[in-house]
């Protein structure tokens, strides 16, 4: 087939052989672009558990990894503030700060962390439903919508998988690929899905810490979902969702 080489061709590491990473932007001189989506200044943000009085998550590694599996049904019991503020600094958050560089609790080329992640919430205590978006280097959240039917088009967008909308939160991971074109170029797009994997593990393991459980999903509506989070498809698109749950 003509199109098998643009297809599955990004996987493989020739693509950075062949990209000549003198013309990117980064090497043009070009300023590098936010290391999060700027938000306006009379946003409602809310204030999360800071790291250091985390409670949660008191197992070992060893059994967070042998007990993670997919889990597709939840309990009708909500998450504390705590808890999803121990799941967004375990897949996101920053660990320290480097000069100007934020090092975040989950691996990205070049640490360009090219990934925003969005919150459909249903049963959060003390957080009214709606869509959210989190700021790992305020460890904030922002309210970015209250659509109304938001379990309903949730499940509609992940294709009528009713597990999307069943928990009491569901991730929604989007990409803003100049993040990492500014430095990789054409080599950005093999590293932005391996990125994404990447957090999506921190999700589970972090889940299994604090009685909780998700299922990745990679099988969605993509307008519909881009839609949902107010998204022109182009320059920031989802790319991944998983909802999390009591279990």
């Not at 985390?54 to 997919?70: N, P, Y």
């Not at 439903?129 to 989190?134: A, L, N, S, T, V």
């Not at 928990?167 to 500014?182: D, L, S």
Request: proline fraction near 6%; glycine fraction near 6%; charged fraction near 25%.
């Amino acid at each position: 087939m003509k199109n098998e080489r643009t297809l599955k061709y990004f996987l493989k590491d020739d693509i950075r052989q062949e990209t000549d990473f003198r013309k990117t932007d980064q090497n043009m001189g070009v300023p590098a672009p936010p290391i999060e989506k700027p938000c306006p200044a009379d946003a409602k943000k809310i204030p999360l558990t800071n790291p250091e009085a985390f409670k949660t998550g008191e197992i070992s590694l060893e059994t967070a990894i042998f007990k993670r599996e997919s889990r597709r049904r939840f309990k009708n019991e909500a998450l504390s503030i705590e808890e999803l503020s121990f799941l967004l600094w375990s897949t996101q958050g920053v660990r320290k700060w480097h000069q100007k560089y934020a090092l975040r609790t989950v691996p990205s080329a070049g640490n360009r962390h090219a990934l925003e992640t969005y919150l459909a919430v249903f049963n959060v205590n003390n957080l009214e439903p709606g869509i959210y978006r989190y700021l790992p280097s305020q460890h904030q959240l922002v309210l970015e919508s209250s659509p109304n039917y938001l379990k309903e088009r949730m499940i509609d967008t992940a294709l009528n998988q009713q597990f999307a909308g069943s928990g009491a939160v569901t991730f929604i991971w989007t990409t803003i690929p100049y993040r990492m074109e500014w430095r990789y170029g054409e080599a950005s797009y093999k590293v932005i899905a391996l990125d994404a994997g990447h957090v999506c593990q921190n999700l589970y393991l972090a889940c299994e810490a604090i009685g909780a459980g998700t299922c990745a999903i990679a099988a969605y509506d993509q307008p519909a979902a881009d839609r949902l989070l107010n998204l022109d498809g182009d320059d920031e698109f989802v790319v991944y969702m998983a909802p999390v749950g009591k279990v």
